[in-house]
């Protein structure tokens, strides 16, 4: 990533989690919780290229790699999606 945040997070670090306005997040109630779905996509096996260096970076960060993997391809996946 090449851009800078804009977040000041050491005024952000100084804020307890009492200090959060939640006023406009609904509670979950039972209902929700009764129309709610769990849903576990099917998982594929593939081979995949991946660069020596991103994938000892990753086996680094200790088990469950290439769930992180998975995660953040996700995410990238989501947030194109919710561009379009």
Do not use: C
Not at 26 to 39: K, Y
């Amino acid at each position: 990533m090449n851009r800078t945040s804009k977040t000041d997070w050491r005024r952000m670090a100084e804020h307890g989690d009492e200090q959060i306005d939640t006023s406009d997040i609904p509670e979950l109630d039972d209902a929700f919780f009764e129309r709610a779905e769990l849903r576990v996509p099917a998982k594929q096996p593939v081979t995949l290229r991946i660069d020596e260096d991103v994938l000892a970076w990753f086996k680094a960060q200790g088990k469950g790699y290439q769930t992180r993997i998975n995660k953040l391809l996700r995410q990238y996946m989501e947030n194109q999606v919710n561009r379009r």
